[in-house]
């Protein structure tokens, strides 16, 4: 059975010995930060601040703050309720092993897959937890123990937000995970950065100089698989929801909003409910982003609220990111695994990837190809470049089939040994991720591609190739047996 909401994972978390709680004061200035930046980089557990408190306003809050819930393998095993990730990756990879069928007994064999889609579509409830409490008139941010958490912000920021538009153009839905900086206690800033969903959503309504308002819905704090959907880098035309269903392997309640036309899990925390409007566009930032560096002010459209629902008890949801690793990086860790299938599918060369976390996820791909023929390796680079999830990658380092790609030590000497930089490094230019600091312009840079492969008589090198430094695998397992009597400790 899938989690109901939040606070059945946090129950498994704690069950698990993956969760903490801090029954201190904590200022959700800074303080929150700190503790939970070393937490994170000791590979601590998931946070549960009780008495968060602002010593500026003079205010302790009633809502306790999650924080780190997915800073782990083992708690991303857990939020999607697997023993590996690469479970769920081999149920994509089945879905997309779904062929048209040829005759009637082919039908037959895919109606169970087919039902299994079906069931996870969302769906639609008339009540939910969600609205327990509806604050349509003295409601206020203010309430809520949002976090300042870098020295420089430009003030506090919700960092864990499902931000829920719908198409203008088509009436799609689209979630996404935008910071949010709070202006004061009813508006905020809409970070949605020119290539998400929001964004497009919003220009498209732009373009038609009609509308001058776009609903908007932000559910904070839902079940895991949900949250996690919001993050992921999906298709334009795959719902969130959708996704998060199939992860949950149960459909994703909604609820209809009160005052604007959308609808949000019906087992979130907190929901606000408002709208940007064309011409208000304001300064936002600076924030200390993933990147381990501030993104700077920059011009974004402000979210008006007009009316905030919530538990009568609420669990307020927050990240930080920052140097890595943090949380984040275990997102990342997640989007690389559960997404690994589908670039398979797109290219059947494809071994095994990695973005590791001084990579910044975009700063830095390595992965590994079967190839088999001259420039195999540039095709790839050229592909992954064309992906929408990937187009941002800075550095794609392309290695044979027979290197792990997630050990670092082997990848970084097999590729500097395999490697003549002249002949070997190519650069593209092309769209960069809106946080992207080191590039010429915003928006628009360089990228490097590095065929880090073992290169081929057809590929113009005649010389001889060296074979790998290996033992007899006989004077190993001699060696082997021997060892413990040596007194030299445990041997490699």
Same mark, same amino acid.
């Given at each position: 059975?899938?989690?109901?909401? %939040? ?45 968060? =408190? ?8 009633? *809502? ?13 095993? %857990? ?106 206690? =009813? ?25 001058? =308002? ?208 002249? =002949? ?36 113009? *090198? ?31």
């Amino acid at each position: 059975m899938a989690y109901k909401d %939040l606070r059945e994972f946090v129950t498994r978390l704690e069950k698990e010995n993956e969760l903490r709680r801090i029954p201190v004061e904590v200022d959700v200035d800074l303080e929150i930060t700190e503790i939970t930046d070393r937490v994170s980089k000791a590979g601590g557990p998931a946070l549960l601040f009780e008495k968060p =408190r602002s010593a500026s306003d003079g205010v302790t809050y009633p *809502f306790p703050v999650l924080i780190n819930m997915l800073g782990s393998k083992r708690r991303m095993e %857990l939020a999607l309720e697997v023993n590996a990730l690469d479970d769920v990756a081999r149920r994509i990879e089945d879905l997309l092993e779904m062929k048209p069928p040829e005759g009637l007994f082919d039908k037959v064999k895919l109606l169970p897959k087919l039902a299994e889609v079906g069931a996870f579509f969302p769906k639609t409830v008339k009540s939910g937890p969600a609205q327990e409490v509806i604050e349509r008139e003295n409601f206020s941010l203010a309430r809520l123990p949002i976090m300042k958490c870098w020295p420089q912000d430009g003030g506090r920021f919700i960092t864990f937000p499902l931000v829920i538009t719908r198409s203008p153009k088509n009436g799609r839905r689209n979630v996404g995970c935008y910071r949010m900086q709070v202006f004061d206690e =009813r508006t905020t800033g809409m970070h949605w950065q020119i290539h998400k969903g929001g964004a497009e959503h919003f220009r498209w309504l732009e373009r038609q100089g009609k509308g001058r =308002r776009m609903d908007v819905a932000v559910a904070i704090g839902a079940d895991p698989a949900t949250m996690l959907s919001g993050v992921l880098p999906l298709p334009e035309d795959v719902d969130e929801f959708l996704f998060a269903g199939f992860l949950r392997q149960e459909p994703v309640e909604l609820v209809k909003c009160q005052t604007v036309d959308l609808e949000v899990p019906a087992q979130a925390e907190i929901v606000l409910e408002g709208y940007v409007e064309l011409d208000d566009i304001r300064v936002e930032g600076p924030f200390g982003d993933h990147t381990g560096y501030y993104s700077l002010e920059d011009k974004f459209p402000a979210f008006h609220i007009t009316c905030i629902t919530r538990r009568r008890a609420p669990l307020y949801v927050s990240t930080i990111v920052g140097p890595p690793p943090m949380e984040d990086y275990w997102m990342g860790y997640a989007v690389e695994r559960l997404f690994l299938p589908l670039m398979r599918k797109q290219m059947p060369e494809v071994v095994d990837m990695h973005m590791p976390a001084e990579g910044i996820f975009h700063n830095l791909l390595i992965i590994a190809i079967r190839k088999s023929y001259p420039g195999h390796a540039r095709k790839v680079m050229n592909a992954i470049w064309g992906l929408p999830g990937a187009m941002f990658t800075k550095c794609i380092v392309v290695v044979d089939h027979d290197v792990d790609v997630h050990n670092l030590r082997e990848v970084t000497w097999k590729a500097f040994n395999h490697i003549d930089p002249e =002949r070997d490094i190519q650069f593209v230019l092309g769209p960069v991720d809106q946080l992207e600091h080191a590039s010429r312009l915003p928006n628009f840079g360089s990228k490097m591609g590095v065929d880090a492969t073992r290169k081929t008589p057809s590929e113009g *090198f005649t010389r001889p190739w060296p074979d790998e430094i290996k033992m007899d695998q006989d004077v190993r397992e001699k060696i082997d047996a021997l060892w413990k009597n040596l007194g030299l400790g445990s041997g490699s």
